[in-house]
Nanobody, 125 residues
Framework: QVQLVESGGGLVQTGGSLRLSCAAS????????MGWFRQAPGKAREFVAA????????DYGDSVKGRFSISRDNDKNTVYLQMNSLKPEDTAVYYC??????????????????WGQGTQVTVSS
């Protein structure tokens, strides 16, 4: 079992930045593909970013490319999401997710076995 706890969410103005953290426990994340998803009220869960085991391969959803950056520190068992140039449409609950080993189908939420409880990000206009 992998337990994931997100932190770093909050209220920020348009154009601002936030850094989300996802701290894992139970197992080392070094053998897990890590992803970030988000869900706004009334909308489906949306892929935001993913990172492979070593951290040298990343992918992003079209709506966040060039603004968000995912990274990982396997020694600290933590994954990060740096969010810059935030927009009101980025408002959502952000979830961290983990899947064992395979970097296939990273855009699919049902691929991931473990999820955090989410952290709210609100961007004011």
């Amino acid at each position: 079992q992998v337990q994931l706890v997100e932190s770093g969410g909050g209220l920020v103005q348009t154009g601002g930045s936030l850094r989300l953290s996802c701290a894992a426990s139970g197992r080392t994340i070094s053998t897990y593909v890590m992803g970030w998803f988000r869900q706004a009220p009334g909308k489906a869960r949306e892929f935001v970013a993913a990172i492979n085991l070593s951290g040298d391969n990343t992918d992003y959803g079209d709506s966040v490319k060039g603004r968000f950056s995912i990274s990982r520190d396997n020694d600290k068992n933590t994954v990060y999401l740096q969010m810059n140039s935030l927009k009101p449409e980025d408002t959502a609950v952000y979830y961290c997710a983990a899947d064992y080993y395979s970097y296939r189908d990273i855009f699919r939420a049902d691929k991931y076995d473990y999820w955090g409880q989410g952290t709210q990000v609100t961007v004011s206009s």
